[in-house]
């Protein structure tokens, strides 16, 4: 099945079925967004780089044209000449569409590495635990394919392929090069290594584990430290700034004689809602995971 490209006005099959004619365009367009083929391994889109990068020109090129023809009819009907306007809106649309498409499989590979690094360390505690009381590797990633979200899924695939008789180390490497957070490729890195020199892989993990939980409590106090600034914004902004700025407007109208339109409380209003709902989820998107 073909990935979804966004803000696409046709199908994916259709939409890649159309990019395979550009396809050297689309091999010459990975030079430039070098960058495309790994944020696509890391974002599960199995499909060729060039491949994504030719469906997105075509993607763009007909939003480009759309947006052109619309512009353009709506000037017909209202007798204005919008040439020079419909052209520069499409060709904007066009550009932002594009640059939006390559760089989607980025920010799904964004949402992955922070849904992997929220379970990453009691998955390898869990790890940990289980190889210091003698249980095999093999037996103790198979322990942690449930109950760890995004990361139990990573290990359901590692062990999946070793089930099937791939080398452990061929399948830890292979799982390293396609995983987003840098933070779940040390612990791969950990383990591979560790296998191939002949190691105690529990110690190795513990240290890992150690590292991990540091970063994790530097996280939390950066978002502290953080807090500081963005209350002093949002005092600025949804409780400073409307109250103080609507009764010096009323208090400056009221010297004007000119009475005070009850569509600014309308607004004012809207403006909070959609302020707070903002904020809220900035500041949710910042937050570490405990």
Do not use: H
Not at 86 to 109: H, N, W
Not at 170 to 194: C, E, H, M, T, Y
Request: aromatic share 10%; proline share 4%; glycine share 4%.
């Amino acid at each position: 099945m073909k990935p979804a490209v966004p803000f696409s006005l046709i199908p994916p099959r259709a939409l890649f079925a159309a990019g395979k004619k550009y396809a050297a365009l689309g091999i010459q367009l990975t030079r430039a967004f070098s960058e495309l083929k790994t944020n696509l391994a890391q974002a599960e889109m199995e499909i060729a780089a060039a491949e994504y990068a030719a469906a997105s020109l075509v993607s763009a090129a007909l939003n480009t044209a759309f947006i052109l023809i619309l512009i353009l009819f709506f000037g017909y009907l209202a007798s204005a000449n919008v040439l020079t306007a419909a052209l520069a809106l499409a060709l904007v649309t066009g550009a932002s569409s594009f640059l939006t498409a390559v760089y989607y499989p980025k920010i799904i590979a964004l949402r992955r590495k922070r849904k992997l690094e929220d379970n990453l360390v009691p998955a390898v505690r869990q790890l940990v635990i289980e190889l210091k009381s003698g249980v095999p590797l093999f037996e103790a990633m198979t322990s942690v394919c449930d109950d760890y979200g995004e990361v139990s899924e990573e290990f359901k695939k590692i062990v999946k392929k070793i089930n099937a008789g791939e080398a452990e180390i061929d399948v830890l490497g292979d799982a390293s090069r396609r995983l987003p957070s840098v933070q779940f490729q040390k612990v791969i890195w950990q383990i591979s290594n560790a296998l191939k020199v002949g190691s105690d892989v529990s110690n190795a993990l513990e240290a890992i584990l150690e590292d991990l939980t540091a970063e994790k409590i530097n996280e939390i106090k950066r978002y502290s430290q953080e807090l500081s600034p963005w209350t002093m914004v949002y005092m600025m902004t949804a409780v400073i700034l409307p109250s103080l700025g609507i009764t010096l407007g009323i208090v400056i109208l009221s010297f004007l004689s000119v009475s005070v339109p009850r569509m600014i409380f309308a607004v004012a209003i809207v403006f909070l809602v959609i302020f707070q709902l903002f904020f809220m989820n900035f500041l949710g998107t910042r937050r570490p995971a405990i």
